[in-house]
């Protein structure tokens, strides 16, 4: 089974290509934090103040265990290979390294950054990160208080990743297709 989580655009997960049905906003974003520090402990505490910033309601912690209640059966029943597991206080989602498409971006944007342009071709590694992004980075989690750090943080990345492609065309004499691109 493929399992494949995106935050490079609206906050999705594929398994085997098919969409999983994944509830509302603020579930949604929970997945999206988790995602964002796949394997990592993110705590309870944390994931409130991302959802609700200064202002969580008397609930928020019922509400985040419901959310992860939520999010691991829709990940368990459709045999992704993703789990949610507490730690403490704090929920880990457990995947694959290469899963999460913002997390496979930054190590192409690395890797590129390590490659020099050449004459032989565009910056193979930058051109591979700029084809994740779908558009806006949390899409349809971006007013959540968590998301406003993470979408800069993405979106300054995906700069970087357009500049090394650009790098690459330019040293593999497309000039033209460079000039058109930047129009």
Known sequence: MGVEIRV???????VDGQPLPLGGSKQRAVLAM??????????ADELVDGLWGERPPASATKNIQLYVSRLRKALSENGSGATIVTRGRGYELQVPDDTVDAARFELLVEEATREPASAAGANGA??????????????????EPFAAVEIGRLEELHLRAIELAIDGELAAGRHAEVIAQLE
């Open 8 to 14: 490079l655009g609206q906050v999705d997960v594929l």
């Open 34 to 43: 988790l995602a964002l520090h796949a394997n990592r402990t993110v705590t």
């Open 126 to 143: 930058a051109s591979a990160a700029l084809e994740l992004w779908r558009g806006a980075p949390l899409a349809d989690v971006a007013s």
